[in-house]
Nanobody, 123 residues
Framework: QVQLVESGGGLVQAGGSLRLSCAAS????????MGWFRQAPGKERKFVAA????????DYAGSVKGRFTISRDNAKNTVYLQMNSLKPEDTAVYYC????????????????WGQGTQVTVSS
């Protein structure tokens, strides 16, 4: 079992930055690929970024590539999402996810989810 708790969301102006954190509990964190998804009101939950268990491989959605960076600290059981050059269209609830399998861009590829943290970008 892996429990995930996100933090770091908030209100920011367009062009600003935020760093989201996801603290994981459970003894299997270092075996999990980790990811971030986001869900805007009335829309489906969508893939944002993922990082493999070792931190050696990361992938990003095209809409955030070059602006967002995912990283992890296995000693702290924490995964981060650094978000720069934020745009109003980045406004959403951001969810942390963990996978015991090889990660993928679909929600069905992930085994555990956090409760989400709201990110609002004003224009």
């Amino acid at each position: 079992q892996v429990q995930l708790v996100e933090s770091g969301g908030g209100l920011v102006q367009a062009g600003g930055s935020l760093r989201l954190s996801c603290a994981a509990s459970g003894r299997t964190f270092s075996n999990c690929d980790m990811g971030w998804f986001r869900q805007a009101p009335g829309k489906e939950r969508k893939f944002v970024a993922a990082i493999d268990y070792s931190g050696g491989t990361a992938d990003y959605a095209g809409s955030v590539k070059g602006r967002f960076t995912i990283s992890r600290d296995n000693a702290k059981n924490t995964v981060y999402l650094q978000m720069n050059s934020l745009k109003p269209e980045d406004t959403a609830v951001y969810y942390c996810a963990a996978s015991l399998k090889i990660y993928g861009p679909h929600t069905s590829d992930w085994d555990y989810w956090g409760q989400g943290t709201q990110v609002t970008v004003s224009s």
